[in-house]
């Protein structure tokens, strides 16, 4: 008898435990975010063509044929420089500014280009950041066919080169040289192409040429 009261108890106590453990509160605590990222986004956008359009003139009429323009379907990535009819000792300057249109500050990686003409041989490229001093002067072009200032004075609008850092918005010039190299006259009726490719990364990606 005593063993069934002392059941009875303990199934009492247990109950009781048990109703004290549902009718516990609670709470809870909750975060809750969304991270969207920004964009990487540079475009080419003015741009022109340098030359000495007196030497390259004869009887009037432009012997050398100029052109450049936009990427196809006007790709503001990409421009399309041409030069037909040209001849030994031909040169001239692709001028252009470069826009980060992105949310991501970007820094200049590299240059490259392709094919890689050796000196002398055919094509002369080379990507300066800048027209030689005084080439405009020398070859008695006016302001207007220099937007990128031979003389190099113009300190709002940084040059391109590596390293060269873009925040959002911001602008740089840069310039692409192209030559038809005086030892090719052995070389005629023939369409040389190149590509000079400008890598842009995120700005604290950028890794630095290595010291010699």
Do not use: R
């Not at 005593?2 to 709470?27: P, Q, R, S």
């Not at 490229?125 to 003389?151: A, I, R, T, V, Y």
């Not at 840069?174 to 192409?193: M, R």
């Amino acid at each position: 008898m005593k063993n069934v009261k002392f059941i009875a108890v303990m199934l009492v106590l247990l109950l009781g435990l048990m109703g004290g453990a549902y009718a516990a509160w609670g709470d809870e605590l909750v975060v809750s975010g969304s991270v969207e990222t920004g964009t990487v986004d540079v475009e080419f956008t003015d741009f022109n063509v340098v030359y000495d359009v007196v030497a390259n003139t004869k009887d009037g009429e432009e012997v050398a044929i100029v052109t450049i323009e936009p990427g196809e379907c006007n790709n503001p990535k990409e421009l399309v420089f041409t030069v037909t009819n040209a001849y030994p000792q031909f040169e001239a300057w692709i001028e252009f500014t470069v826009h980060n249109k992105g949310s991501i500050p970007v820094k200049l990686q590299s240059i490259e280009i392709h094919p890689e003409y050796p000196e002398g041989e055919f094509l002369i490229l080379n990507s300066p950041p800048f027209l030689p001093p005084g080439w405009c002067q020398e070859h008695e072009l006016p302001k207007s066919q220099c937007p990128c200032n031979d003389n190099n004075d113009n300190n709002d609008v940084p040059d391109l080169e590596v390293g060269t850092q873009l925040n959002t918005c911001e602008t740089a010039d840069g310039s692409i040289y192209v030559k038809v190299s005086p030892d090719c006259e052995g070389v005629q009726g023939y369409t040389y192409t190149f590509t000079v490719t400008y890598e842009f990364i995120q700005w604290n990606k950028f890794v630095p040429e290595p010291e010699c």
